[in-house]
């Protein structure tokens, strides 16, 4: 019979829709803490590296697992759906620091939908100004390659000129739509 966490990790609990709530709700928190698991089975059941699970727990992210009288660690069901959490934002785009925040969140704070939104808000104008940042990039490396494209084809009649891209890399960038 497929553990609890196996069953948390398998459903959709772990994807996010468009509400700040699901970050807070839709992750179950499991409570059993009888469970204990090695770092590999932890490690095939969050789809995460050992070494990625050692690295939460020096970040302070998950708990210091205790260990066994070998020195093994042992972890619950709870530090795996903790994990998946973790991998469902760093997905997101948070970064550890922003995790942390959501963690504390939703261990500790009832009611954080507005601290969540916030949060949630900040990363969403910090994605779509990339997306604008890269639809400009976008917008220069079509022009370019309009220009390359170009003198090659001039290259087919005529004699070999300097690389357009080359040369306008030296002047001042022109206010040049796409």
Known sequence: MPSRAAALLSRKAL???HTPECILVDMPQVSDRTI???????AKLTALTVDAI???ERRALLP?????????RLYTNDDVARLGFIRQMQGLGFSLTEIRQLLELREHH???CLEVRDLLKTK????????RELEQLECELALDLRKCNRE????????????PVLISANEKKRGVPC
């Open 152 to 163: 090659l084809k001039h290259r087919q009649k005529h004699t070999a000129r300097k690389c």
């Open 64 to 72: 210091k697992a205790p260990r066994t009288v070998g020195r093994f």
């Open 124 to 131: 969403l104008e910090k994605v779509q100004s990339k997306v």
């Open 110 to 112: 009832l009611d954080a």
């Open 36 to 42: 204990s698991m090695q770092i590999g089975e932890v």
């Open 15 to 17: 994807t996010l829709d």
């Open 54 to 56: 050692r690295f939460y």
